[in-house]
């Protein structure tokens, strides 16, 4: 196995692993670590079962379950789908998902340590992959900002709230009235990571919907 990091802020290649295998405790504490260190993984080149991907996951803690129900897997409600394949009129999966920047589930009392993704079908143009994902460091922008700005955000909570912006932004319209089942939570706008101590700021333009203490503007 063969960690290769991106060299950007983020990021990093597991290379000569095959995930469908049980993976022993020494393999599995290298990618933990890769995790928490570079904060977005990608394994190519994998051919996972469902159970398979489950059990992977399962490594890294409790597998959630999204409220979303109507796009679980209907024999394996761990995992969702992220579609934009419609059947009969319908979304199978998840089609609006990633519109908005935002942090999975934030909008839960215990948001979920990772997110997994595991691409079954990638549309292609011309040879390259369409619908791509992007991802930011939380914890390099909270290093970013000068004292002041630490200063005046020290202590803040954030409103989180799954309808959020989304109601703003017009995504998901369709699955609006479950999301405004959600109860909203309240979270610290910087948090320490529980593994590299590291001080992350966690607000995001999806989700956040006011700071507590001040004007919504």
Request: glycine share 6%.
């Amino acid at each position: 196995m063969q960690i290769v990091s991106s060299s950007d802020v983020i990021g990093a290649e597991i290379q000569d692993v095959d995930l469908s295998q049980p993976l022993d405790a020494a393999d599995f504490a290298c990618i933990e670590a890769a995790f928490n260190e570079r904060a977005v993984i990608c394994v190519p080149g994998q051919r996972l079962s469902e159970p398979q991907l489950i059990a992977f996951a399962r490594r890294f803690g409790e597998v959630e379950r999204i409220f979303l129900s109507q796009y679980a897997h209907p024999r394996y409600p761990e995992i969702m789908y992220v579609s934009n394949i419609k059947e009969n009129g319908h979304d199978i999966g998840h089609a609006d998902a990633g519109r908005v920047w935002h942090t999975d589930m934030s909008y839960t009392a215990r948001p979920p340590r990772a997110t997994l993704l595991y691409a079954l079908e990638v549309p292609i143009e011309n040879g390259v992959a369409l619908g791509e994902t992007h991802y930011a460091s939380a914890a390099h922008a909270y290093d970013s900002l000068d004292e002041e700005e630490k200063r005046q955000i020290a202590g803040l909570r954030a409103v989180h709230q799954v309808a959020g912006r989304r109601a703003q932004t017009g995504t998901g319209q369709h699955d609006q009235a479950l999301r405004r089942e959600q109860p909203a939570v309240v979270h610290p706008i910087v948090r320490t990571h529980p593994h590299t101590g590291r001080k992350c700021l966690y607000v995001s333009k999806g989700e956040c919907e006011a700071i507590e203490g001040m004007a919504r503007d």
